[in-house]
């Protein structure tokens, strides 16, 4: 049973470019969001999709964009890229109901932005 | 808005000592508490959870009880070993929200 997969594994932009990243959730898994971790900070909350719909949206600029297609996979896009973009981008997982607080996380997007 | 508070690192401990890694929150609902780990080089993993006030949840040793009075929910092991060295995550989730809310995390190392 795969588990969420990320791809790809590193990325290195410049700034201004546009990246997007890639997830594919645990086989049954419907739900997923995206999160943010910045060098030695937690995680934090982009936004979750649940049927092909951005259900919640943290802190973020709208710079930040997302997809889900119907079979459950995601996609992140940033644009126009900042240094401080630079991070970890994970991907987590999830199924709707009365389980839904039982993320399972991917390994992760390493982006750079030089 | 939702925070969490948990202490910094890096602890350092030998084997078989007791850890205690203190986490406190700050939300206006209900919230579900966690602790998550993370291990050199791999995702997060979820470790124990508690979903209301008084609840003690566990896992492989590690246990942490949901302190409504104290808003916290303190992490501990009875005896650590090497193979608990990794990054340990505190977060919180409002009920009825989507979003999990992560402490800044701390990083353990245990020596043999």
């Known amino acids: 049973d795969a588990g969420v997969t990320q791809s790809p594994t590193h990325l290195i932009k410049t700034r201004g470019q546009q990246v997007t990243l890639r997830c594919s959730p645990k086989?049954?898994?419907?739900?997923v969001s995206w999160y943010q971790q910045a060098l030695g900070q937690g995680p934090q909350f982009i936004f979750q999709?649940?049927?092909?719909?951005?259900?919640q949206r943290g802190n973020f600029p709208d710079r930040f964009s997302g997809h889900q297609f119907p079979n459950y996979s995601s996609e992140l896009n940033v644009n126009a890229l900042l240094l401080g973009d630079s991070a970890l981008y994970l991907c987590a997982s999830s199924l709707e109901g009365i389980s839904s607080y039982e993320q399972y996380f991917g390994p992760g997007t390493r982006l750079t932005v030089t | 808005g939702d925070s969490v508070t948990q202490m910094e690192g890096p602890v350092t401990l030998s084997e078989e000592a007791f850890l205690t890694i203190n986490c406190t929150y700050t939300a206006t609902g209900y919230p579900s508490l966690f602790w998550y780990v993370q291990y050199p080089g791999e995702g997060l993993q979820l470790l124990l959870k508690a979903t209301k006030a008084d609840d003690k949840g566990s896992n492989k040793g590690f246990e942490a009880t949901y302190r409504k009075e104290t808003t916290s929910f303190h992490l501990e092991k009875g005896s650590v070993q090497v193979s608990d060295s990794a990054v340990y995550f505190c977060a919180l989730r409002d009920t009825g929200g989507f979003k999990t809310i992560f402490g800044a995390g701390t990083r353990l190392f245990v020596k043999a």
């Open positions: 999709y649940y049927e092909e719909e951005e259900r």
């Open positions: 086989s049954g898994h419907d739900t």
